[in-house]
C-alpha cells in the first residue's frame, strides 16, 4: 500500500523560510522523479519542482531561485527548502511521482498535503 505523508507547513511572513518534508512508503523510492506540488484555492494543482533518480532538479519559474528540492533515497524522503516567501506560495503542497519531462500528469494516491501560508 503505498502512502504520502507531508509535513513542515506553517505561516510564514513575506521573505521567510519554511522546509517541507514528504515521507513515502509502499514505492520503490530510488527509481522514481519526486515533484513537490502546490494548489492554491481556486487553482489547478501545479508541479512547482522535480527531482530526478539522478538527482536533476526542476523548477518552475514562479519558484527557481528561491525553493530547493532534495532527496534521500535511504529514508525515501523528499524534501522542498523554501526561502524568500511570497504571498502567491501560499498553497496546500504536495509531493507525489513526476514526470522526468515535467509534464503533468495525475499519479493518484495523494497525501493530505501540508498547508503554507505567507502573510504579513
Known amino acids: 500500500q503505498v502512502q504520502l505523508v507531508e509535513s513542515g507547513g506553517g505561516d510564514a511572513q513575506p521573505g521567510g523560510s519554511l522546509r517541507l518534508s514528504c515521507a513515502a512508503s509502499?514505492?520503490?523510492?530510488?527509481?522514481?522523479?519526486w515533484g513537490w506540488y502546490r494548489q492554491a484555492p481556486g487553482k489547478q494543482r501545479e508541479l512547482v519542482a522535480r527531482?530526478?533518480?539522478?538527482?536533476?532538479?526542476n523548477y518552475s519559474d514562479s519558484v527557481k531561485g528561491r525553493f530547493t528540492i532534495s532527496r534521500d533515497n535511504a529514508k525515501s524522503a523528499v524534501y522542498l527548502q523554501m526561502s524568500n516567501l511570497k504571498f502567491d506560495d501560499t498553497a496546500v503542497y504536495y509531493c507525489n511521482r513526476a514526470n522526468v519531462d515535467g509534464s503533468w500528469y495525475d499519479f493518484g494516491s495523494w497525501g493530505q498535503g501540508t498547508q503554507v501560508t505567507v502573510s504579513s
Open positions: 509502499g514505492y520503490i523510492f530510488s527509481i522514481n522523479t
Open positions: 527531482i530526478s533518480d539522478g538527482g536533476i532538479t
